[in-house]
Nanobody
Framework: QVQLVESGGGLVQPGGSLRLSCATS????????MGWYRQVPGKQRELVAT???????NYGDSVRGRFTISTDNAKNSVYLQMNSLKPEDTAVYYC???????????WGQGTQVTVSS
């Protein structure tokens, strides 16, 4: 069973920064990609950023230029550096891993990010 454990969420003022971490119980090379999605109540979960083993990052339009995704292969971890945060970035952020084989994604439990003054 794959486990994804997120950390690093919290309350930050507009314009501030946060760094999210996601540790997995498997080597990140065992996945096709890893990434982050976010969700607010009443809305669909949306893509924030993903990265493949190439590595090849991909960002959602609303965060491109402000957020950076990265990995640490030795620590089996993926990170999301969030800068210039806006109130509309407030959401629960979920770590995601897509398997190389199969169609069922793995998800973390989520971490709350609140951007407010």
């Amino acid at each position: 069973q794959v486990q994804l454990v997120e950390s690093g969420g919290g309350l930050v003022q507009p314009g501030g920064s946060l760094r999210l971490s996601c540790a997995t119980s498997r080597s990140i090379f065992s996945f096709y990609s890893m990434g982050w999605y976010r969700q607010v109540p009443g809305k669909q979960r949306e893509l924030v950023a993903t990265i493949t083993s190439a590595p090849s990052p991909n960002y959602g339009d609303s965060v491109r230029g402000r957020f950076t995704i990265s990995t640490d292969n030795a620590k089996n971890s993926v990170y999301l550096q969030m800068n210039s945060l806006k109130p509309e970035d407030t959401a629960v952020y979920y770590c995601n891993a897509k398997p190389v084989v199969g169609t069922i994604d793995y998800w973390g439990q989520g971490t709350q990010v609140t951007v407010s003054s």
